[in-house]
């Protein structure tokens, strides 16, 4: 389902962004960011941030692992390699 119009992004892309761990997008911007885009009128941030939130919590796992797609440059990658405590 596309979840954003203006980029047409669909909630699997943003499902793609999200693995747990410290490397994970933890912001609708970072999500954007992590998949090549930026918001344009902001009307899906509310249904990426639920997306997310959903995502993580069925993961059973704290918001932050490296984005299994690898695009996400913001996250340092002594952050990602950091084992949870
Ligand atoms: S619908 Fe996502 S930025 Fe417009």
Known sequence: MIVCSCNVL???????CLTPGPGCPRTPAQ???CLGCSPN??????????IMD???????AE???ACQ????PTIPAEA?????A
Do not use: E, F
Not at 10 to 16: I, Y
Not at 41 to 50: D, F, H, K, Q, S
Not at 54 to 60: N, P, Q, R, V, Y
């Open 41 to 50: 009128c902001g009307r899906c941030v509310r249904t990426i941030r639920a």
């Open 10 to 16: 669909s909630d699997g892309d943003v499902k793609a």
């Open 80 to 84: 990602a390699a950091k084992p949870a």
């Open 63 to 65: 918001p932050a692992a």
């Open 31 to 33: 999500v954007y960011r």
């Open 54 to 60: 959903k995502a993580l919590a069925d993961a059973g």
């Open 69 to 72: 797609r690898g695009c996400c």
